[in-house]
């Protein structure tokens, strides 16, 4: 009796201990509140839309090798089934051995993948050198590659290219001519990321719009040899204005997210220019009516893409931003801004285009 009837009294004592515990551990002093532990939940009751499949069959332009095994292929074509990704274009960067084995690695499905290889700066620093590398990229096309990419080009030069980085040389640079051209010879585009968007130069202090991407992602301009945002975007211009038979697609729309008529002017003035709007959603979606007449006006130049994974939610993420008018929701784990987002919006014809017209017109070789 004595035992039963302590028992609730005791089991109460330690629900008290453990909810005082529970909520000093869950209340921060909000004087202490760090930016990057913000978190907020939108209390606004409007719509709000869960969108699991793309409205139109996409391609995917943007992605990479993440699968370790077989079965991850496996489970990521399911994962693109459902979502309503008709294709996936994995960049590679990659030349030699490592480019084969993705190749190998995604064989068993032809009409779902298609690899695209890097370029090989191997003793890039010895006279003939681009005829060792437009040798390699004829092999890769052989093998299978379609496309190049992602090139990347924060300032220093090429250094996403596996084994070999390309420091020191720009897209812009003389020596990338051959291979330049040989690209458009074989209809292979050409992936390329330059810079970075305008927050990652901004120092990161208490003015910084988008401060913890921004600090995380931070360009050093200091470092010798770098060169800044505009002058990397003026390399892109100056390859694809010199090169005009080859196709090159600007990776998350030539990093000028902050000002987007920097890619609208490159667009006007270069039918051989498109951009993909990969990992930039977070950037796009704080401001949808400009984004909205952005797309809009230049929807015969963009291209879906991804590059955050393979999972459902990451694709479910991409439609809604593009497809719905859902306001002020938060996406705390697929972007590192702690801004609001908003649906573009955007109509079905450019929906169209985006996810996959664009897409056939550049693969259609
Ligand atoms: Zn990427």
Same mark, same amino acid.
């Given at each position: ?9 005791? !089991? ?20 202490? &509140? ?39 292929? #496996? ?24 480019? #084969? ?16 290889? $890097? ?8 006279? $003939? ?49 051959? &291979? ?12 390329? %990321? ?16 988008? &401060? ?54 490159? !667009? ?47 694709? %479910?993420?991409? !439609? ?17 801004? %702690? ?27």
């Amino acid at each position: 009796m004595k035992i039963k009837s302590l028992y609730p009294l005791t !089991f109460f004592a330690v629900l008290q201990v453990v909810s005082l515990v529970a909520f000093s551990q869950s209340e921060p002093d909000v004087n202490n &509140l760090k930016l990057k532990d913000y978190r907020p939940v939108s209390i606004y009751k409007v719509p709000q839309t869960n969108v699991e499949k793309a409205k139109f069959a996409a391609i995917d332009f943007h992605s990479h090798d993440y699968p370790k095994s077989d079965a991850e292929v #496996d489970e990521w074509v399911k994962t693109m089934d459902n979502a309503g990704i008709a294709k996936t274009i994995i960049l590679s960067y990659s030349t030699g051995k490592r480019l #084969d084995s993705v190749i190998d690695k995604y064989s068993r499905y032809k009409n779902r993948f298609e690899v695209w290889c $890097g370029f090989d700066y191997t003793d890039n620093d010895k006279p $003939g050198w681009e005829k060792k590398a437009v040798a390699e990229l004829e092999r890769c096309y052989k093998k299978g590659a379609r496309g190049v990419g992602e090139l990347g080009d924060k300032g220093l030069g090429e250094f996403y290219s596996t084994p070999t980085p390309g420091w020191g040389i720009h897209i812009d640079d003389a020596r990338m001519k051959p &291979l330049i051209e040989k690209c458009g010879e074989l209809h292979m585009p050409i992936s390329i %990321h330059v810079a970075e968007d305008a927050w990652m130069y901004q120092k990161p202090d208490s003015t910084n719009d988008g &401060l913890m991407n921004s600090s995380k992602w931070q360009v050093d301009l200091t470092k010798k040899g770098i060169i800044g945002h505009d002058e990397l975007i003026t390399t892109l211009e100056n390859a694809v204005r010199n090169n005009p038979k080859t196709t090159f697609i600007a990776c998350h729309l030539a990093n000028t997210c902050s000002d987007l008529s920097v890619l609208g002017r490159l !667009f006007d003035k270069y039918p051989n220019l498109y951009a993909d709007i990969a990992a930039r959603y977070g950037e796009l979606a704080p401001i949808p009516r400009y984004v909205h007449a952005f797309i809009e006006k230049y929807n015969n130049r963009l291209v879906y893409g991804t590059d955050m994974g393979p999972d459902k939610e990451m694709y %479910h993420t991409t !439609f809604r931003i593009l497809e719905t008018a859902d306001e002020h929701f938060y996406e705390h784990n697929q972007f590192g801004y %702690h801004w609001p987002l908003y649906g573009l919006s955007l109509t079905d014809a450019t929906l169209k285009k985006l996810y996959s017209e664009n897409g056939k017109k550049i693969l259609s070789r």
